[in-house]
C-alpha cells in the first residue's frame, strides 16, 4: 500500500466525536489537565466522571508499571489471571453481603448489557422497564434503553424491542415538592406494568441512581424503595446503575448505599479504572447461577491485565487516601457555593446533588428550562481554563464532577471562575 502523504490534523479523526475543547492534552495530573502549548485546565469534568482518583493518581501508575513487566493479557475463556481474582475479592469485599458473583467488560455499554441478558436468562422474560431520562450507553440495545435526548438515538433506529419507559421522580421538572413527585412516579410505573409489560413478561427495571446525562437528578431513597418493594413482588429484577455515580462520586462507594436498597444486579465502569477500560456487574449466586456458561462474554473483559490492575489500584487509592470523606465534605462545600449563587442568580433555578456529583440548573424568567445561559457559560469557564460539562434533556444543566482528591482551595477557585463567567454572560444579555 502506498504511504499517504500528509496527515491533515482534526479533519482525520470522525465528526461523529463532539468536543468541549479543541486542546491537545499531553498531560494530566491530579484535577489538571496540559495542552501542547503549555495551558493548564481545570478539570471539573473528571472526564465524564472517570477519572475519580485524579489524572495519573501515583498508587494508579505504579500499579500499570509493575503489572506491565507481569502480564497484558490472560484470555478469561482460556486462563484465569492472577490479577482478576485479585480484583474479583476487593470487589467482594467493598458490595454488600448479598452480592457474590461477578462478571468484567471493558466499558459501560458492555456492562449494562451483560446486566440485561443476565436479567432476561435469570428470570426467563422478555422486557425491561428505564427511567424517563436514562443514559445506558451507545450500543442498540443501550441506546434503546436511553432517553435523556433523541440526538443520541438519531438515525440508528430500528433499536431491540421489549423497553418501556416510566418517569424519573424530577421533583425540580415537575414543580412539585418530593412526595407529590414520587407519588406520581409510583403510579406511572404500576400503570407501565398494567398497561405496557406485564409483570411476568418483566425482567428488571434499571435505574441511575442520580439521573446522569438526564439531568443529574439524585433519586428520592423513597422512590428507589418503591422499585424493591415492586421487583419483590412481582420477581422482577432491580438493575443500579452505578457507572456515573459509582466508585465515590456521591460520598459512598455507591450511591445505593444511601437509600437502603439491595440492587439484583449492580452495573459499573468509569470511575472503576481511573481512565482504563473495565467494567463490571455484580450479581447474587442465586441470580448468576442461572447465567448459562458460554451465553455471554468477550474477548478482552477480565483478560486484560492493565486496565484490571488500575481497578485494583483505584479501589485501594479511594480508601486509603480517604476519597469518600474528601467526596462527601467537599461536596457539602461545594453545593453550600452553588446555593448561595443560586440565592443571588434568578437564573440559577436549582441546584441539587449528592457528593460530588452536583448540578446547576437553568432556568429563564418564564420558569423555562435556559440552555442558552448555560452553554454560554460553559464556554466562558472554558475561556478562563475551567472544564465544566452541561447534561440534561433540555442541555440546562452544568454538572459538577471533579475528582474526588480536589481540594477546598481548589473548590473556591473553580466557583469563582463559574461566577464570574456568569456575570460576564449576564452583563452580555443586557
Ligand atoms: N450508564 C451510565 C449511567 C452512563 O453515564 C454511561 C456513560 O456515560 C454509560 C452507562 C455507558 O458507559 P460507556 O460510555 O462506558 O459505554
Known amino acids: 500500500m502506498k504511504m499517504k502523504s500528509k496527515p491533515d490534523g482534526e479533519k482525520l479523526l470522525s465528526p461523529v466525536w463532539t468536543h468541549l475543547t479543541h486542546a491537545h492534552i499531553v498531560k494530566g495530573k491530579g484535577i489538571y489537565l496540559y495542552d501542547d502549548n503549555d495551558n493548564k485546565y481545570i478539570d471539573f469534568t473528571s472526564g465524564i466522571g472517570v477519572v475519580n482518583t485524579g489524572h495519573c493518581h501515583p498508587r494508579v501508575v505504579k500499579r500499570i508499571q509493575e503489572q506491565s513487566t507481569e502480564l497484558l493479557f490472560g484470555q478469561m475463556n482460556c486462563v484465569i489471571p492472577s490479577i482478576t481474582m485479585e480484583l474479583i475479592e476487593k470487589l467482594n469485599k467493598v458490595t454488600p453481603d448479598h452480592i457474590n458473583r461477578f462478571f468484567l467488560s471493558n466499558s459501560g455499554a458492555e456492562a449494562t448489557e451483560a446486566a440485561v441478558k443476565l436479567a432476561k436468562q435469570a428470570t426467563g422474560r422478555p422486557n425491561i422497564i428505564v427511567m424517563q431520562g436514562s443514559f445506558h450507553g451507545r450500543t442498540h440495545l443501550t441506546m434503546a434503553m436511553t432517553t435523556s435526548k433523541t440526538l443520541y438515538k438519531y438515525g440508528s433506529t430500528p433499536f431491540p424491542s421489549g423497553v418501556f419507559v ?17 407519588d406520581f412516579c409510583k403510579k406511572q410505573l404500576d400503570l407501565v406494568l398494567l398497561s405496557q409489560t406485564a409483570p411476568d413478561e418483566t425482567a428488571a427495571i434499571i435505574i441511575e441512581p442520580v439521573l446522569g446525562e438526564g439531568g443529574y437528578v439524585p433519586i428520592p431513597r423513597s422512590y428507589l424503595q418503591y422499585l424493591r418493594k415492586v421487583c419483590n413482588k412481582y420477581g422482577i429484577m432491580l438493575i443500579i446503575d452505578e457507572v456515573q455515580s459509582g466508585f465515590g462520586r456521591t460520598g459512598k462507594l455507591f450511591c445505593f448505599e444511601y437509600s437502603g436498597v439491595d440492587p439484583d444486579i449492580i452495573i459499573m465502569a468509569k470511575g472503576l479504572g481511573s481512565g482504563l477500560p473495565v467494567s463490571a456487574i455484580a450479581s447474587t449466586d442465586e441470580i448468576m447461577s442461572k447465567w448459562t456458561p458460554g451465553t455471554h462474554g468477550g474477548t478482552y473483559g477480565g483478560g486484560s491485565a492493565i486496565p484490571i490492575a488500575a481497578a485494583c489500584a483505584t479501589i485501594d487509592a479511594i480508601f486509603e487516601d480517604n476519597m469518600l470523606e474528601n467526596s462527601t465534605q467537599r461536596g457539602k462545600q461545594l453545593m453550600s457555593l452553588l446555593k448561595n449563587i443560586q440565592h443571588n442568580y434568578p437564573v440559577v433555578g ?37 472544564l465544566l460539562l452541561s447534561c440534561g434533556t433540555y442541555k440546562n444543566v452544568i454538572r459538577w464532577i471533579p475528582p474526588l482528591i480536589v481540594t477546598e482551595l481548589q473548590i473556591v477557585d473553580a466557583v469563582n471562575i463559574f461566577r464570574e463567567s456568569l456575570n460576564d454572560v449576564l452583563s452580555q444579555k443586557q
Not at 169 to 175: E, S
Not at 363 to 385: F, N, Y
Request: aromatic share 12%.
Open 350 to 386: 436549582d441546584v441539587r446533588g449528592l457528593g460530588l456529583m452536583i448540578a446547576v440548573e437553568f432556568t429563564d424568567t418564564d420558569g423555562k428550562p435556559d440552555s442558552a445561559t448555560c452553554t454560554k457559560v460553559v464556554q466562558e469557564c472554558l475561556k478562563r481554563k475551567l
Open 166 to 182: 416510566t418517569p424519573t421522580p424530577y421533583a425540580y421538572y415537575y414543580v412539585w415538592d418530593e412526595d407529590k413527585t414520587v
